[in-house]
């Protein structure tokens, strides 16, 4: 977050919130609208949450019923590890939601945000059996960090947390959940968002160019390789295009200049 956003948002902290938590509510409720303003949203079916600072292992999401370019700092709701609303109307939690996102947060503690679609580039890629092939560059160089998770019915059964964690992998950011939709993960809202905007754009690529109903051109396998290693030194921890920590503040900036300030409320 920029500086003069930073000031800005500071002023509607609510009285008696740590400034840490309202910093995290604002970057949340800004990737919300920006799911919605890159045409990733799906009404309000899919969620984004990100932990809080602090041994109470607390989580926010959205709440039920919330559209996403309505989403505000002070609407998320707030949940610990055991599904418990512990801020927010109970009812308006989304218990597939829960189970998803809670996985990830006990299990990798470092991982601060989880994001979850279903946007129709990458439900197209999670029902094609060879999932998302390595036929664009935006493919390849994201492949060391992607993994698949076969579709289990709607997420409501807490066993299958420890499946979706495995399949993510300790170093996985992107998780195409078959059949379903796709998963991304970060240190940060920015990064989370980051590799689902790539994630987007790689799925729409292959559509595209399997819809123009000739041959494809095949990458070597030595082409494919070389550059899946650049993409390791490029988009991984400490690589010099770290994922969403150059985009961001430009991101918020859009936002602002599209949808106004109405997130940091």
């Given at each position: 977050m920029n500086n003069d956003i930073a000031q800005l948002s500071s002023r509607a902290r609510p009285e008696g919130m740590y400034a840490a938590e309202w910093r995290l509510?604002?970057?949340?409720?800004?990737?919300?609208?920006?799911?919605?303003?890159?045409?990733?949203?799906?009404?309000?079916?899919?969620?984004?949450?990100?932990?809080?600072?602090?041994?109470?292992?607390?989580?926010?999401?959205?709440?039920?019923?919330?559209?996403?370019?309505?989403?505000?700092a002070s609407a998320l709701i707030k949940v610990d590890l055991d599904g418990r609303v512990v801020q927010g109307d109970p009812s308006l939690l989304n218990p597939a939601g829960f189970i998803i996102h809670s996985a990830?947060?006990?299990?990798?503690?470092?991982?601060?945000?989880?994001?979850?679609?279903?946007?129709?580039?990458?439900?197209?890629?999670?029902?094609?059996?060879?999932?998302?092939?390595?036929?664009?560059?935006?493919?390849?160089?994201m492949l060391d960090f992607l993994g698949y998770h076969d579709y289990e019915g709607t997420a409501l059964d807490e066993d299958e947390r420890e499946r979706l964690v495995r399949d993510l992998g300790p170093e996985g950011r992107v998780l195409v959940l078959r059949n379903h939709g796709a998963l991304t993960v970060g240190r940060s809202v920015a990064e989370a968002f980051c590799w689902m905007l790539r994630l987007e754009t790689a799925c729409q690529f292959q559509i595209d160019g399997q819809a123009g109903g000739v041959p494809l051109h095949e990458l070597s396998e030595a082409t494919i390789r070389h550059t899946r290693a650049q993409g390791r030194k490029m988009l991984g921890p400490g690589g010099f295009m770290e994922v969403g920590t150059?985009?961001?503040?430009?991101?918020?900036?859009?936002?602002?200049r599209e949808r106004g300030s109405s997130y940091r409320t």
């Open positions: 509510r604002c970057d949340l409720a800004a990737c919300y609208q920006l799911t919605d303003l890159h045409g990733m949203s799906d009404l309000a079916s899919t969620h984004i949450s990100v932990m809080l600072p602090g041994p109470e292992h607390h989580f926010l999401v959205n709440p039920l019923g919330t559209l996403f370019d309505e989403m505000t990830v947060h006990m299990a990798q503690t470092d991982l601060v945000c989880v994001m979850h679609s279903h946007t129709r580039a990458n439900n197209a890629i999670a029902m094609q059996a060879m999932g998302l092939r390595p036929l664009s560059q935006k493919a390849c160089v150059l985009e961001w503040p430009g991101l918020l900036r859009k936002l602002e």
